[in-house]
């Protein structure tokens, strides 16, 4: 069993950056691809981020493309987001996953683990 945990949400003020951290627990992680999603209150999960199991394909959520960065090391079996310029609309419980597969994805039903998440709380 593949056990995912978030670290580094908290509350920032607008502007502000956070970086999120996702430690894997199984070697296994380094071959597949990895995600970042996030679920506002009273709205449904959505993609935010993924990347390939080498790093070499990456993939964004428009609203934050050019604020946040994915990137893993697989040699510490770590994902992470770096999450630049941050907005109110940005507060969320974040999600990292595991993919079924090798590819970066933005398709839910491709990732098999899920982390328990993290909040995020950005403030006006």
């Known amino acids: 069993q593949v056990q995912l945990v978030e670290s580094g949400g908290g509350l920032v003020p607008a502007g502000n950056s956070l970086t999120l951290s996702c430690v894997c627990s199984r070697r296994t992680c380094s071959n597949n691809g990895m995600g970042w999603f996030r679920q506002a209150p009273g709205k449904e999960r959505e993609f935010v981020a993924s990347?390939?199991?080498?790093?070499?394909?990456?993939s964004y959520l428009d609203s934050v493309k050019g604020r946040f960065t994915i990137s893993r090391d697989n040699a510490k079996g770590m994902l992470y987001l770096q999450m630049n310029s941050l907005e109110p609309e940005d507060t969320a419980v974040y999600y990292c996953?595991?993919?079924?597969?090798?590819?970066?994805?933005?398709?839910?039903?491709?990732?098999?683990?899920w982390g328990q998440g993290t909040q995020v709380t950005v403030s006006s």
């Open positions: 996953a595991a993919s079924r597969s090798a590819a970066a994805t933005g398709s839910q039903d491709m990732y098999r683990y």
């Open positions: 990347i390939s199991w080498n790093s070499g394909t990456t």
